[in-house]
DNA sequence: GTCTATATGTTGATAGAC
DNA sequence: GTCTATCAACATATAGAC
């Protein structure tokens, strides 16, 4: 690749959260980041200390990225359905790049990270859920949606079905995973 | 024919799925087995040359107990609420003992798995997928379960709840698996 | 900010004795 | 079937030059 990073950490984490996605956390080494980037082991180590520094730096990252979409999604003249379509589309991104959801991913190596990550990985996650609930709720009171649930159940039972939705696409295909998200739609349609 | 494993050798698969369990495929080395059961790495290696068959063994281990559970579950006498009550608790006992479903586990590393493992994992989810799937079935055509989508469907739906509910109930706490099994109890009930 | 060079431990794996 | 002994390869990580 030809493109000079204007940031080398940006690109780091770029390609740690590709990494995460594609072959997991435990699998990969800064060695696959410093080939990749063209650049030194000890590069990476100066921008990231430690693995679980980078770790900490990617979830950051999403958090952020959530923060932002919470705020956005709040835009009026988007209905709930448009919103909860934002969401499903991201899922289906991952899906077609043979990626699975960074929580997911890491929810396997839970146990061997950090107090620190897992704090911030509970973070990214209520964040993720509350702003899933949000739209469900907001959908349900203005007669858009339906469904019989709270909107944080419901909101918990689209997020399990997409977040295991792509792992199991992984292994017994798409369309199994598209019939996954028609179903999310068909229930909540009033 | 049917040779009698070892002691050892049954350990060892014990041992190995329940660390894929807790810590994910990638996290652990013969050295965690070897230290647990005190012994030394290279038995290891003799009842498993490579981790990759350690993980071969685990898969066939399940494709077996889940052969054996899909003919025990046609017998009369149970109901298909009471059928589905036995995969749900299977989930529920993972979640209390802070464990996750190893198919959730071991998709985060899919991308690092040779193929022949890559299509003993899909064996297995498609076994597992139709059990459910029948209980569904039969649960639907005698009236005692109620749901709109096909039975392969709500199956998908109800799995991907199940092994992103334990994968959550890490991060989140068990509230919220137990109110995941809730909804799916409910919104099968005719 | 990136490099060279190096340290130190771990991993998955094997050969051959018992 | 298990052991001792050993291995190359790789992992994470740091010191110090440029």
């Known amino acids: 690749m030809t493109v000079r990073p204007t940031d080398t950490k940006e690109e780091i984490l770029?390609?740690?959260t590709e990494l995460i996605q594609v072959y997991g956390y435990n699998a990969f080494s800064y060695a696959d980041i410093s080939k990749e980037l063209d650049i030194k082991n000890a590069a990476v180590h100066?921008?990231?200390?430690?693995?679980?520094?980078?770790?900490?730096?990617i979830i950051d990252q999403y958090i952020q990225r959530y923060k932002e979409l919470g705020a956005k999604i709040n835009a009026p003249g988007i209905t709930a359905k448009q919103k909860l379509d934002v969401f499903i589309s991201r899922y289906t991104d991952l899906c077609e790049q043979n990626k699975i959801?960074?929580?997911g991913s890491v929810c396997s190596d839970y146990n061997t990270m950090p107090e620190s990550v897992k704090t911030k990985l509970g973070e990214l996650i209520e964040m993720v859920?509350?702003?899933v609930e949000k739209v469900l709720?907001?959908?349900?009171?203005?007669?858009?949606?339906?469904?019989?649930?709270?909107?944080r159940v419901k909101s918990l039972l689209i997020m399990t079905n997409l977040a295991a939705g792509v792992q199991l696409a992984r292994i017994t295909g798409k369309k199994d995973y598209m019939a996954i998200c028609k179903s999310i739609i068909d229930q909540v349609s009033s």
């Open 137 to 151: 709720q907001q959908g349900k009171k203005n007669g858009e949606l339906d469904f019989p649930e709270t909107a």
């Open 14 to 16: 770029r390609l740690g």
């Open 129 to 131: 859920l509350g702003i």
């Open 46 to 57: 100066y921008h990231f200390p430690g693995k679980e520094d980078l770790l900490a730096g």
């Open 101 to 103: 959801c960074i929580i």
